[in-house]
């Protein structure tokens, strides 16, 4: 009987996990990826953006599917995008991403360090570092109109690290070879 009841135990514990991991992956989905501290230096060789957001701005809403679209596209080309939450109650945070989920990494500022040390002058505001983390490019406010701008602001950065992949015809000769 003991042995009918560790295979019970077993079959009930198997079936729990397999209900309550795709429940977990849910409601971590929901939540976001919170990362404890914007720590630049572990994104050597890629080109991070930076994406500054609250619950109450309503072009953060509109510019979520597109960043998430921009970190699927080109997170295997060296792009690292990161959202900092500037809300001063992460639960409103959390609520905001139920309704708009990112699929990017996050980070909770409510004093606003990060958005100070940025210079910050409207939201939501993004930033595009290089490989040396410099701020090449800023972008205040979120037009889907202007979303073609936004992305070549990505993908230069991201050619200048991925040199080799450009295409024949953006290399300042057409065979890549120099010649002496």
Same mark, same amino acid.
């Given at each position: 009987?003991?042995?009918?009841?560790?295979?019970?135990?077993?079959?009930?514990?198997?079936?729990?996990?397999?209900?309550?991991?795709?429940?977990?992956?849910?409601?971590?989905?929901?939540?976001?990826?919170?990362?404890?501290?914007?720590?630049?230096?572990?994104?050597?060789?890629?080109?991070?953006?930076?994406?500054?957001?609250?619950?109450?701005?309503?072009?953060?809403?509109?510019?979520?599917?597109? &960043?998430?679209?921009?970190?699927? @596209?080109?997170?295997?080309?060296? %792009?690292?995008? /990161?959202?900092?939450?500037?809300? +001063?109650?992460?639960?409103?945070?959390?609520?905001?991403?139920?309704?708009?989920?990112?699929?990017?990494?996050?980070?909770?500022?409510?004093?606003?360090?990060?958005?100070?040390?940025?210079?910050?002058?409207?939201?939501?505001?993004?930033?595009?570092?290089?490989?040396?983390?410099?701020?090449?490019?800023?972008?205040?406010?979120?037009?889907?109109? &202007?979303?073609?701008?936004?992305? @070549?602001?990505?993908?230069?950065? %991201?050619?200048? /690290?991925?040199?080799?992949?450009? +295409?024949?015809?953006?290399?300042?000769?057409?065979?890549?070879?120099?010649?002496?």
């Amino acid at each position: 009987m003991s042995h009918r009841f560790s295979k019970l135990t077993y079959g009930l514990l198997f079936f729990f996990v397999l209900i309550l991991l795709p429940f977990n992956a849910r409601a971590q989905a929901q939540t976001g990826n919170w990362i404890k501290q914007l720590d630049l230096s572990q994104y050597e060789n890629k080109v991070v953006y930076i994406d500054f957001w609250a619950s109450w701005c309503r072009p953060c809403r509109k510019s979520f599917p597109w &960043i998430n679209a921009m970190q699927k @596209k080109y997170q295997d080309k060296g %792009l690292v995008v /990161i959202g900092i939450n500037l809300d +001063s109650d992460i639960n409103k945070a959390y609520n905001f991403l139920k309704q708009t989920p990112a699929d990017f990494k996050l980070v909770s500022d409510p004093k606003g360090t990060l958005a100070d040390q940025y210079k910050l002058i409207g939201m939501p505001s993004s930033l595009v570092l290089d490989v040396n983390r410099e701020v090449r490019h800023r972008h205040v406010g979120f037009k889907k109109s &202007i979303i073609g701008e936004y992305e @070549k602001s990505i993908v230069m950065l %991201l050619n200048e /690290i991925n040199t080799p992949q450009l +295409s024949l015809e953006a290399r300042p000769d057409a065979t890549g070879i120099k010649e002496n």
